[in-house]
């Protein structure tokens, strides 16, 4: 099953604050958040593995919430390189299983 | 710094040929995947791969595809028979234990 994302698109300007949220409905081992540039491979952002852990680097942060199974990614302070589609995954294990999911994507636009 | 790498950068075929897009993993990787992106729309997975076989796949993988590890470097995604719906961007990606997926810079194909 693959997680939802919301918002689907998201408009700001320099210097605002975002949040994306992502759910899923099956028991997770971790989330990971991707950005992706126009034309350009996803990017790893950051990997969360623990119910309620966060996790950040520079003004873009995470939280997990291993109950809910939901993930928010937060970008504070806007700048326009924030700007691409943020995609999370949900990583799923059974025995040697092993799968990595991409919800829909979140369209982030950054204006001056 | 390792990369993945993906050979053709762009791929036009005829409907109804076979395709091969190659991956060259990152050298101590232990998960392989592929996915698809139709333009203008979200990464869909297909395929993981893990000790010389495939772990989970997709519907979208349906007997039209295979994937192979030739050798100790490269991993292959064929596509026996292609469609205009096959068009799409194709990203390999490799991942340690669990860890973060890193991505190539995909293979365009279009299916004419």
């Known amino acids: 099953q693959q997680p939802v994302q919301s918002p689907q698109a998201v408009i700001l300007r320099e210097g605002e604050d975002a949040v994306i949220n992502c759910s899923s409905s099956?028991?997770?081992?971790?989330v990971h958040w991707y950005r992706q540039k126009h034309g350009e491979a996803p990017v790893f952002l950051m990997i969360?593995?623990?119910?309620?852990e966060q996790k950040g680097h520079d003004k873009i942060s995470a939280s997990f919430n291993e109950k809910k199974q939901q993930s928010s990614l937060y970008l504070t302070a806007s700048q326009l390189s924030y700007s691409g589609t943020y995609f999370c995954?949900?990583?799923?294990?059974?025995?040697?299983?092993?799968?990595?999911?991409f919800g829909k994507g979140t369209l982030l636009t950054v204006n001056p | 710094e390792p990369e993945v790498t993906q050979t053709p950068s762009h791929q036009v075929t005829q409907m109804g040929q076979e395709v091969i897009l190659r991956c060259v993993p990152i050298s101590n990787h232990l998960y392989f995947y592929w996915y698809r992106q139709i333009l203008g729309q979200k990464v869909e997975f297909l395929v993981s791969?893990?000790?010389?076989?495939?772990?989970?796949k997709s519907e979208i993988f349906d007997d039209q595809f295979s994937v192979e590890r030739p050798d100790g470097s490269n991993f292959t995604l064929k596509i026996r028979s292609t469609k205009l719906e096959d068009s799409a961007m194709y990203f390999c990606?490799?991942?340690?234990?669990?860890?973060?997926?890193?991505f190539g810079q995909g293979t365009r194909l279009t299916v004419v």
């Open positions: 791969f893990y000790n010389n076989e495939i772990s989970e």
């Open positions: 990606a490799s991942s340690e234990m669990a860890g973060p997926a890193f």
């Open positions: 099956k028991a997770l081992y971790s």
């Open positions: 969360l593995l623990k119910g309620g």
């Open positions: 995954g949900t990583e799923w294990r059974g025995g040697s299983n092993y799968k990595l999911t």
